[in-house]
């Protein structure tokens, strides 16, 4: 047997390391641990935003270069979009364009406003909307542009601001992939109407669960207050005074961050710029010792990008090279060698049946626009053939597993014509 041969066919596996090879989030601190004690025995409740909540919020416009003015922290990312919705005026028959693959809680919380989606497709490099189709959306009913930052890359801002600003449509940036991503040197979530960064524990700033919004708008920040904080919150921070008469009930949702939460997220905002720092060698690295296997395309990220955080490693697979080896048998190989990999796991929005379906399952009976799925589009092309690694993030101690990981993407292109004929194999 030859020691090269691919371990799914019998030979040796390359990587020896037990899964998982990407723990995430990262152990508690002693200093965390004590501050999640004592917060337990001094209060547990949600005051405002005292204590840790307004800390928080506090540390997070620092973290934004303060080219924000407001910030409001809510119990999930997808609340805080909710939130950001509802305060740039999405309503019963107002349109929103977002890009046709991400993940679906981008734009699902327009379905409960009775709004509607409309997807565009993505730009193939960025993997963000694509300007040109963005343009194309438009109609009479369109209200917000949604400019996901997917995977971590920055969105083409100029091109979504002159578009937005030539048609009069609010944007909001969803940053919940981007945290300390940057655009011509500016931190995403500062060049929109608002913006909504995801604080969920695979984030790289994470809460547990939570998300926050920004804004330099303060009718954005004083309507999404209300939309899920009251009492407290609303009487202080809400500033028109006409919306501040709602200040008891506010709108009558609850959808406060816990005190805990606030505290975790503090410590993992502290933690990133030496995190981000170690991701960036890391994935440098691995970029570059992937450059040349021949049935990849390598991760692009423009020359007015900074990837900050990254989410995940993601290239593109060319089945060409590999002969057509399907996606899913490469995977197989792939783990065989001991590697963590997989597909993506997000599908085209219109292939779920929330975007899909005529009818909005939170309002039985009313209708909605159902998107369809677009054949041949560049959001089709990369579901397809996309693959997920791990975010390694520690430098330089993840450098021989890196090394093992492209070791394990040359060994099965050196092997091309044994996978090609197994998987012809088996049909």
Known sequence: MSTDELALLGGEPVIRQPLPHEVWPPPAGEDELAELARQRNTDISIKGNAGPVGAL????????????????????????????????????????????LTYHAALSPVFALRGDVVLADIDPATRCLDPKALEASITERTRVVTAVHQWGHPCDMDAVLDIAGRHGLRVLEDCSHAHGSRYRGRPVG????????????????????????????????????????????????????????????GYGLKLRMSPFNAIVARHALAAFPARKQARHRCLRHFGERLAAVPYLEPVHVADEADMGAWYGYKPLYRPGALGGVPRATLIEALRAEGMEVGAPSGPRLGTLPLYSSPDNPLFPGADKRPSTPAPGSHAEHVEQHALSLPT????????????????????????????????????
């Open 57 to 100: 919020e506090e540390d997070f416009l620092r973290f934004l270069d303060g080219r924000v003015r407001h910030a409001v922290t809510f119990n999930s990312g997808t609340s805080a979009l909710f939130a950001a919705y509802f305060a740039l005026g999405v309503r019963e028959g107002a349109e929103v364009i977002g890009p046709a």
């Open 190 to 249: 500062t060049f929109g109407d608002a913006a909504v960064f995801s604080l969920q524990a695979n984030k790289a700033v994470f809460a547990g669960e939570g998300g926050i919004l920004v804004t330099d708008d303060a009718q954005v920040h004083d309507r999404a207050t209300l939309l899920g904080h009251y009492r407290d919150r609303s009487r202080d921070a809400v500033l028109d005074a006409q919306l501040r008469a709602f200040w008891v009930t």
């Open 392 to 427: 390694f993030t520690a430098w330089p101690d993840d450098v021989p597993l890196i090394d093992a990981y492209a070791e394990a993407f040359h060994k099965i292109a050196r092997n091309r014509d044994a996978l090609v004929r197994h998987a012809a194999a088996r049909g």
